[in-house]
């Protein structure tokens, strides 16, 4: 009980979050999302919000949104595998997507690149690429789930993130694990989706060197969570208590995401 | 709601007599409610990665965009859940459906059909349901359910992959649950029709006789 209530209220004020969130979510968005609610009209009158003031129906469905966030974490089972597919069902080629066309996705130069690891660890060294291939490779064959409704089979390699929180000394009673990317795309991934045995660092799709469309050098492969959970082109991993947002978390999509 | 009365009113004088019950009123209008949240959040979700060769207009939708759209649909769920699980479970422990939906024969059916498509159907006694309707309320009692349950599959596909794998696996899972809403509508379409030309049947749906 006592689990699901701390999950509820990730270490910090509810308002003031709701508050930063929206603050932080791009005006044509937020606009977009009030709109809808207003056009609602009678509807919203049935469920008590006052339609004059459409904050209240956001920050009602923001409220909810939390308690989900809470729900999926109660629910989430570290035992339950998501289900692995042969190399048949791979969908050749994977399709690309993100915020910007493929031309405008980082291009990263991989001698030069580095991961930066902080936060509640031991060990804050940055890691080479090379030293990052050494590390055990493991191999899936997963679905990807967008948020968007389609989804496709990809083959993934790379070393459990939990192999590699073990090997920097985390704080793995910490909430979260906090994921910044070369194109700042961010994303916070709770820690016990962190330690679920098929959470990755993704270094190859298709048996072959992650290509830029797929998140060069490295990419964070969730099988458990929705894509936009699964970030691409990281270049920092902090540990952390704090819950710190996400490009997409703060512009409305549920924070937990699970699948 | 101080009518809100679990058992079935027999007794009352034929005059008064109850025709819908407070409970059955009262969910059947928080059900209206979030099914129609539902279907218009759900359109909006739809667009953004279409089935099929057509998208919804934006007129119709609720949530302004996905994440808005996801916002109602996960917000909205609860309250068409736990509704639906009330009603289900009310309906079985009184008796009602077996007593309002039972029998259901493919006679019955045939014949009030035949009635109703020639303006024969009577409709003196409300608070019987002839076979048509008997036909349309257990159907869509059960198209409810798998709305939800292929909902939950989609949702949670990891989770409860076992619900996922029973539909067919998440891309055909998607399917059901589309395909669910269409029927959804569609009875929606036929239902408000008919309530309107029988007007005592709404009444009765508001005020309860
Ligand atoms: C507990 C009940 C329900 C749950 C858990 C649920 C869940 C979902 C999920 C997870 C999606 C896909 C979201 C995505 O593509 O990212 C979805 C889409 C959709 N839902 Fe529901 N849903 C429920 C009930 C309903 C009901 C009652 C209706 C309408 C009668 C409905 C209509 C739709 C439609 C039209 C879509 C878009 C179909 C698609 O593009 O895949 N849903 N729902």
């Known amino acids: 009980m006592l689990r699901i209530k701390s999950l509820l209220i990730p270490g910090v004020d509810k308002k003031l979050l709701v508050k930063d969130a929206t603050k932080l979510m791009p005006e044509l968005s937020r606009r977009r999302f009030i709109a809808g609610g207003a056009s609602l009209g009678a509807l919203t009158l049935l469920t008590g919000c006052d339609v004059s003031d459409s904050f209240s129906a956001e920050s009602m469905l923001t409220r909810i949104s939390k308690f989900n966030d809470g729900v999926q974490a109660a629910i989430f089972n570290p035992n339950a595998m998501a289900p692995t597919f042969s190399e048949k069902d791979i969908r050749r080629p994977f399709p690309f997507n993100a915020y910007y066309t493929e031309d405008e996705a980082p291009n990263i130069e991989g001698k030069d690149w580095k991961l930066e690891v902080s936060g509640l660890v031991q060990n804050r060294k940055s890691w080479t690429l090379d030293e990052l291939y050494k590390l055990p490779e493991v191999k899936q064959i997963t679905r990807h789930i967008c948020v968007e409704g389609w989804s496709a089979i990809g083959s993934w390699s790379g070393t459990p993130l939990r192999d590699f929180l073990k090997l920097v000394g985390a704080d793995t009673s910490a909430k979260y694990v906090w994921f910044r990317c070369a194109e700042d795309y961010t994303s916070p991934l709770d820690m016990p989706t962190a330690l679920h045995p098929q959470t990755q660092m993704t270094f190859k799709f298709d048996d072959k060197i992650l290509p830029r469309a797929y998140g060069y050098p490295m990419k964070i492969r969730v099988p458990t969570k929705l894509g936009f959970k699964n970030p691409k082109y990281v270049v920092s991993m902090e540990v952390t208590n704090d819950y710190k947002g996400g490009y997409w978390e703060d512009q409305g999509y549920n924070s937990f995401s699970g699948s | ?209």
């Open chain 2, 1 to 209: 709601m101080s009518s809100m009365t679990l058992s079935e009113p027999s007794t009352a004088p034929a005059s008064s007599k109850v025709i819908q019950p407070g409970w059955v009123r009262t969910m059947h209008w928080i059900n209206a409610v979030a099914m129609i949240m539902m279907i218009m959040s759900g359109w909006q979700i739809y667009n953004a990665a279409p089935l099929f060769d057509f998208r919804f207009s934006h007129a119709i939708t609720l949530g302004g965009w996905l994440g808005g759209a996801l916002l109602w649909h996960f917000a909205a769920m609860w309250l068409l859940m736990v509704n639906g699980l009330a009603y289900l479970t009310v309906g079985l422990i009184t008796g009602r459906f077996r007593k309002k939906l039972l029998p259901l024969t493919p006679s019955g059916v045939l014949t009030d059909t035949r009635l109703a498509l020639t303006g024969k159907l009577s409709h003196a006694d409300l608070t019987k349901y002839n076979y048509v309707q008997k036909l349309l309320y257990a159907g869509i009692i059960l198209v409810g359910i798998v709305v939800v349950l292929s909902g939950l599959s989609i949702w949670k596909p990891v989770q409860l992959q076992w619900l996922t794998a029973l539909f067919g696996g998440y891309d055909v899972a998607r399917y059901v649950h589309f395909a669910a809403m269409a029927a959804i509508v569609g009875f929606l379409v036929i239902h408000v029709i008919l309530a309107l030309l029988v007007p005592k049947s709404l009444r009765a749906m508001i005020i309860g006789r």
